[in-house]
T-cell receptor
Framework: KNQVEQSPQSLIILEGKNCTLQ??????????LRWYKQDTGRGPVSLTI?????NTKSNGRYTATLDADTKQSSLHITASQLSDSASYIC?????????FGAGTTVTVRA | DAGVTQSPTHLIKTRGQQVTLRCSPK?????VSWYQQALGQGPQFIFQ???????QRGNFPDRFSGHQFPNYSSELNVNALLLGDSALYLC???????????FGPGTRLTVL
């Protein structure tokens, strides 16, 4: 069973709208949680990385939250742009072992 | 800084053949990890190299092997290719004590 579950699997939003992606994990012991953006056919690019003591981190229009007690994280995209169309992957680290979610595919339409 | 680079970009092989993929880590990074990403899936960890030795390995058969060179670059070798080996192969590097892992653009392998 995958230790990192992401939802929804995919979503379509209109340009300018906001959306929130979810990540639930069971990985233990927890070291850090990262969100990556992956364009089709390309390597993932880091958006945010949060350790146990951090519960929110922003990178431009991307804001990630972390609740280490409930083992949940979210990634909020504000005022979406066409260039936000990509797969967003949640990655949880236990020491130096990384567990990847399957990703949420976001499609932004004009 | 060129970041993580991988070659080739695309590769087409037939079943039973062998393939070698190459990765150069980001400047200053000494740890290299390889991942396999099937279409629509998250990356699956293959193995990690540090100080020219395989340090960790995921759930992949012995057909998958690797090497790290003194300049920290790395190769991934896959023998006896199967159709199911078709995927995007990602290389990622980090500094030994760091959390942040940087990914390369990947090599798209198609097995016919």
């Amino acid at each position: 069973k995958n230790q990192v579950e992401q939802s929804p699997q995919s979503l379509i939003i209109l340009e300018g709208k906001n959306c929130t992606l979810q990540c639930n994990y069971t990985v233990s012991p927890f070291s850090n949680l990262r969100w990556y953006k992956q364009d089709t056919g390309r390597g993932p690019v880091s958006l945010t990385i949060m350790t146990f003591s951090e519960n929110t981190k922003s990178n431009g229009r991307y804001t990630a939250t972390l609740d280490a007690d409930t083992k949940q994280s979210s990634l909020h995209i504000t005022a979406s742009q066409l260039s936000d169309s990509a797969s967003y992957i949640c990655v949880v680290s236990a020491k130096y072992k990384l567990s990847f979610g399957a990703g949420t595919t976001v499609t932004v339409r004009a | 800084d060129a970041g993580v680079t991988q070659s080739p970009t695309h590769l087409i092989k037939t079943r039973g053949q062998q393939v070698t993929l190459r990765c150069s880590p980001k400047s200053g990074h000494d740890t290299v990890s390889w991942y396999q990403q099937a279409l629509g899936q998250g990356p699956q960890f293959i193995f990690q190299y540090y100080e020219e030795e395989e340090r960790q390995r995921g759930n992949f058969p012995d057909r998958f092997s690797g090497h790290q060179f003194p300049n920290y670059s790395s190769e991934l070798n896959v023998n006896a290719l199967l159709l199911g080996d078709s995927a995007l192969y990602l290389c990622a590097s980090r500094a030994g004590g760091g959390h942040e892992q940087f990914f390369g653009p990947g090599t798209r392998l198609t097995v016919l």
